[in-house]
């Protein structure tokens, strides 16, 4: 029996649990141990629309993981703790939990902790499920407050939120979205960025372009006021910042990580320098973190192990895929593009704009989906 651990409990981790499992019949017995600071998944692809009260009730973006593995028996182990080290010599990983550290041995390790937000908004799971709960209250009680409320960063995050709070309040308070560079969305097609663009004005959302935000200081009053690199400053009652993500990748050795924290793997998926180290999801540099991105890195990461317990030839991940965006705008509207094509936004709308995708919360939970 080989045995896999999985260090992340989010999306890539849970979905690449079940993958393993329900190939094992036909690649060889396994035993998964999953490894998670979060007893439940967060649909963070929600939070635009989460952070407005009211949107989702808790139990349409959150959900336990345990019960979705039950089926599987001895097969599978979740832990719920922290990963502190991976030594990949001694092929174990160090595990900080409530009862103390725990030491895991494995046969092949997953990397998928994913990545956490620059800023203190929800876009991304916290240390814990209870964290994270109290976090989406705290961000749907600041915006129901907040009479001013900025967006910093004009990526897809930045844009989904700031639809969406234009929807919901642009006739009532004063929504602004800062970019840094000349348009929103900047790098997708012109059609793109335009219907993004006049859907926001329409919305009445304040869009302040080529402008950096240079710094931001807590008043006493509790408002927060921006420096912006004209030289100018900005005070609003809520600043929500979209600008990045960090990687969650301090447990593991620098010399598979680069510059910027990300796992550097080859064309199968594996840490590069390795045989039994992999990284699927926002762990990875193999692409821009997005959601997107990781089902199929999901499938090729179970794929290629499969293969390897069988003595088989490891399938390369296709660098060449055309690149995807979907963004609401609101609830009624949407853009995007799939390579060059620009989607219409009807379909956006019916895709992701309507629920986004929390319908399959339950199938990812459970296996279904993957």
Do not use: C
């Not at 963070?44 to 349409?60: C, E, M, S, Y």
């Not at 990949?88 to 550290?101: D, I, L, P, R, Y």
């Not at 030491?103 to 092949?108: A, G, K, V």
């Not at 390369?316 to 690149?323: D, E, R, V």
């Amino acid at each position: 029996m080989k045995t896999i651990v999985i260090v992340g409990s989010s999306f890539s981790g849970v979905y690449t649990a079940h993958r393993l499992l329900k190939q094992a019949p036909k690649t060889g017995d396994i035993k998964i141990i999953l490894v998670g600071q979060s007893t439940h998944i967060y649909w963070n692809l929600a939070t635009p629309r989460a952070i407005l009260a009211g949107q989702f009730p808790d139990n349409k973006i959150f959900g336990a993981i345990a019960p979705g593995f039950k089926k599987y028996g001895n097969k599978f182990e979740f832990v719920v703790g922290t990963a502190e080290s991976l030594n990949t010599e001694s092929k174990n990983v160090v595990v900080a939990t409530t009862a103390g550290q725990k030491t895991i041995s494995y046969d092949y390790v997953i990397l998928a902790t994913g990545a956490r937000s620059k800023g203190d908004a929800p876009w991304k799971q916290r240390e814990s499920y209870e964290a994270t709960l109290a976090a989406l209250h705290d961000f749907q009680a600041r915006v129901k407050k907040a009479s001013s409320i900025v967006v910093g960063g004009a990526g897809a995050t930045g844009v989904e939120t700031a639809g969406e709070l234009g929807f919901e309040y642009g006739k009532t308070k004063n929504i602004t979205l800062i970019s840094s560079g000349p348009v929103i969305l900047e790098g997708t097609p012109s059609g793109v960025t335009n219907a993004a663009t006049n859907k926001l004005r329409e919305f009445k959302v304040n869009l302040k372009l080529s402008t950096k935000i240079n710094g931001e200081a807590k008043l006493p009053d509790g408002r927060t006021e921006l420096s912006l690199s004209d030289g100018s400053k900005l005070i609003t009652d809520l600043y929500l910042s979209t600008t990045g993500v960090i990687p969650n990748s301090s447990y593991v050795p620098n010399n598979l990580l680069n510059a910027n924290g990300y796992v550097v793997v080859d064309e199968y998926l594996r840490a590069k320098g390795t045989s039994d180290v992999w990284a699927v999801g926002d762990i990875s540099s193999v692409q821009r973190p997005q959601f997107v991105h990781l089902d199929k890195q999901s499938a090729l990461v179970t794929k290629n192990i499969g293969l390897l317990m069988q003595g088989k030839d490891l399938v390369k991940f296709p660098t060449n895929q055309s690149p995807v965006l979907a963004v609401p705008l609101g609830r009624k509207a949407g853009t995007g593009h799939m390579g060059s094509w620009k989607l219409p936004s009807f379909m956006i709308v019916r895709v992701k704009g309507k629920t986004y995708l929390t319908q399959n919360l339950a199938p990812v939970i459970d296996g279904s989906a993957a």
